[in-house]
């Protein structure tokens, strides 16, 4: 559909409108582009192929969809306005020219004034929409608006002929002599001179102004639009042939319909940006193609760079984020709930037990067909088929890579470093303390703040303070020295006491020094010992640890008992100490391996070995416990309630390789 000016500048702000309702922001460019695209007559599709090369965005088809809607109602509400305006301007220029002519002028278009010449040779730049075939245009009569017409002209002819005939002079028509009407004849040709004058210098000023405006756009590079008043005016309805073209529907001729031609830099860009897609958009011609050097996998790309558009984030889309986020940290919250409590219970440690125990309990001296670390990676349950690859279930040729885990948490203040002093710095330091205390006692007693102290009188300075006072009363002058050297002395006990540290606070210093800060990592030392039945041994060892404040478990099985203990590195190095070299371990004779023949059998010398030490997480026991336990599943199981099997692993292997050894 064709816009004139008119309609262009009364779209625009609503279009505006609708762009930033859609986008949030104002964008001219767009706004432009949209009603272009509506002048030249193209569809919503290709409006939405040319829309999306200035900007990226989804809104982009139904911010065509309201434009097209809006550009059809305003024009066809333009329609029928332009039709009743051409309705009521043709019936007034018939009145007036039936006026005129029954005014007595000897031709009607002689008495016409200026300013109607004009508009008759004015190009009609409001015109409508071109009609469809078979159906009248806007400005086009009808058979019966004819007749209505013609019977209204002649009504006011006849009227005008009886007023002219009440106001002409009772004279006959012979009294009009021949030289009167030259003279009248002579005044009708000299108007339409004047008439005619007129319109060719109107003619000729349009014609000056246009070429004039051309030539300035040509100097700047941009090619004006075809003038309106220079294309042929169709003089009857207008049809269109099967090619598509505009033609007239008396003459059969052709009509040149003005385009709309680009004038700002943005549109002129705007097009020479679709000529080159187009352009590039070719096939490539059948000799490149055969050429060795062509690869039809490359593509083709324009040699100017797209525009880059605006990106904005849905609504709602970093709230539902955050939604996520909070759902997913509750979730590990309430899983981490259920994890302690089934670790307290016991529930996921005989679960995980269920999955590598052998499902078959097997008598003793009773070799299985599959052990029960084999059977996770056999399909079948024997080993005959363990050279067929197949057979074996998550044994690759790749390398499996452990999980990475998060590095401790660094200390929020970094730990101090002390600086051992000599003796010359302590002194030095503690004179330079002296003094600033001096000054600030001495500042305050030259300002009047504090009173001045009393001169310091000791029983080797009494003559030389007190002077002749002590001459006159040396038995009171005594007096009152030892007096103020009792008040000295209990004033400085008094400080003393007043610094001491209570039994609480003594205790909490004692608690603050042993205990070590394990929030970056806790040391865990895992001892062996042959035989640990001696209560007294048992007692040193429980109450190093109460003492020490370290956590652990110790589990008193035959001929491998197992001591855990997680602490600080000091509190690591005391316990060290006291397993490896304060307990004499070789005074106690070891249990026999059969208890029933304790007299033949071979006595065995008790020992404790350090079988790990190392740095985990955090801690997996609580306080110092004792368990007894008389077989080996039983035993693991006390670990495997913290997660930690793997200690008990590693000893009583070790105590197994230990005896074996023995035995040969």
Same mark, same amino acid.
């Given at each position: 559909m064709a816009l004139s000016r008119k309609d262009f500048e009364d779209l625009k702000p609503q279009v505006d409108k609708i762009v930033q309702k859609y986008l949030g922001f104002s964008e001219p460019t767009l706004v432009t582009a949209a009603l272009n695209c509506v002048d030249k007559g193209y569809d919503r599709r290709k409006t939405k192929d040319k829309l999306s090369m200035i900007i990226d965005d989804r809104h982009v088809s139904k911010i065509v969809d309201k434009t097209f809607d809006m550009c059809e109602s305003h024009t066809s509400g333009s329609k029928h306005r332009s039709s009743r305006k051409r309705k009521e301007d043709s019936r007034h220029d018939s009145r007036e020219h039936e006026t005129q002519n029954d005014g007595g002028s000897v031709d009607g278009t002689l008495s016409e004034p200026v300013k109607k010449i004009k508009r008759s040779e004015e190009p009609d730049l409001d015109e409508g929409p071109i009609p469809e075939p078979g159906q009248p245009s806007p400005g086009q009569l009808t058979a019966d608006k004819i007749k209505d017409m013609m019977s209204s002209a002649q009504a006011a002819i006849r009227m005008?002929?009886?007023?002219?005939?009440?106001?002409?002079?009772?004279?006959?028509?012979?009294?009009?002599?021949?030289?009167?009407?030259?003279?009248?004849?002579?005044?009708?040709?000299?108007k339409r001179n004047r008439a005619s004058q007129l319109q060719a210098q109107i003619q000729a000023q349009l014609a000056r102004s246009g070429f004039a405006r051309q030539s300035a756009l040509s100097d700047v590079g941009i090619v004006p639009p075809t003038p309106a008043f220079a294309i042929p005016k169709p003089q009857g309805t207008l049809?269109?042939?099967?090619?598509?073209?505009?033609?007239?529907?008396?003459?059969g001729e052709v009509i040149a319909l003005p385009q709309h031609v680009p004038t700002l830099k943005a549109n002129i860009r705007a097009r020479r940006r679709?000529?080159?897609?187009?352009?590039?958009? $070719? %096939?490539?011609? *059948?000799? !490149?193609?055969?050429?060795?050097?062509f690869d039809d996998r490359v593509g083709l790309k324009a040699s100017q760079r797209a525009r880059r558009g605006f990106k904005f984030h849905d609504q709602g889309r970093f709230e539902s984020m955050a939604t996520r986020l909070r759902t997913k940290a509750q979730l590990d919250k309430l899983q981490n709930e259920i994890a302690q409590a089934a670790k307290k219970t016991g529930i996921a440690s005989a679960a995980r037990l269920a999955t590598i125990l052998p499902k078959k309990q097997l008598k003793e001296g009773e070799i299985p067909d599959v052990e029960w670390w084999d059977s996770v990676i056999l399909s079948e349950d024997f080993y005959e088929t363990v050279s067929d690859e197949s057979n074996i279930i998550g044994i690759?040729?790749?390398?499996?890579?452990?999980?990475?885990? $998060? %590095?401790?948490? *660094?200390? !929020?203040?970094?730990?101090?470093?002390?600086?051992?002093?000599?003796?010359?710095e302590r002194k030095k330091l503690r004179r330079q303390n002296r003094n600033e205390a001096q000054k600030e006692i001495t500042e305050k007693i030259r300002?009047?703040?504090?009173?001045?102290?009393?001169?310091?009188?000791?029983?080797?300075?009494?003559?030389?303070?007190?002077?002749?006072?002590?001459?006159?009363?040396?038995?009171?002058?005594?007096?009152?020295?030892r007096e103020q050297m009792a008040k000295r002395q209990k004033g400085h006990e008094e400080a003393n006491a007043n610094r001491k540290l209570t039994k609480e606070q003594r205790r909490d210093k004692k608690i603050?020094?042993?205990?070590?800060?394990?929030?970056?990592?806790?040391?865990?030392?895992?001892?062996?010992?042959?035989?640990?039945?001696?209560?007294?041994?048992?007692?040193?060892?429980?109450?190093?640890a109460n003492q020490l404040y370290m956590t652990g478990l110790v589990i008193l099985h035959k001929d491998c008992n197992v001591v855990v203990v997680e602490g600080g590195p000091k509190q690591q190095k005391k316990f060290h100490r006291l397993m490896m070299h304060r307990i004499k371990w070789a005074e106690d004779r070891a249990v026999a391996k059969n208890d029933d023949n304790e007299d033949d059998s071979p006595e065995k010398q008790n020992s404790c070995h350090l079988v790990w030490q190392g740095e985990v997480l955090a801690r997996a026991f609580g306080e110092m416990k004792f368990k007894s336990c008389p077989t080996e599943s039983f035993a693991r199981e006390q670990f495997k309630k913290s997660n930690v099997e793997h200690y008990w692993d590693l000893a009583y292997s070790g105590s197994i390789l230990e005896a074996a050894v023995e035995e040969d």
């Open positions: 005008r002929k009886a007023q002219l005939q009440q106001q002409m002079p009772t004279t006959p028509a012979t009294s009009i002599t021949p030289q009167a009407a030259a003279a009248h004849l002579t005044d009708a040709l000299d049809l269109l042939d099967s090619s598509g073209r505009t033609v007239d529907a008396k003459t679709e000529e080159l897609v187009k352009e590039f958009a $070719k %096939p490539v011609p *059948e000799e !490149i193609q055969d050429s060795k050097f690759t040729h790749l390398v499996e890579h452990p999980s990475q885990m $998060k %590095p401790p948490a *660094e200390p !929020i203040k970094p730990p101090e470093i002390a600086i051992m002093l000599t003796a010359k300002l009047g703040l504090e009173p001045p102290p009393e001169p310091k009188v000791r029983m080797a300075n009494l003559m030389r303070v007190l002077g002749t006072e002590a001459v006159q009363d040396p038995t009171k002058v005594e007096q009152h020295v603050k020094k042993i205990k070590e800060d394990v929030t970056l990592g806790v040391n865990v030392a895992v001892y062996r010992i042959r035989n640990l039945h001696n209560p007294s041994k048992k007692f040193k060892v429980e109450t190093n």
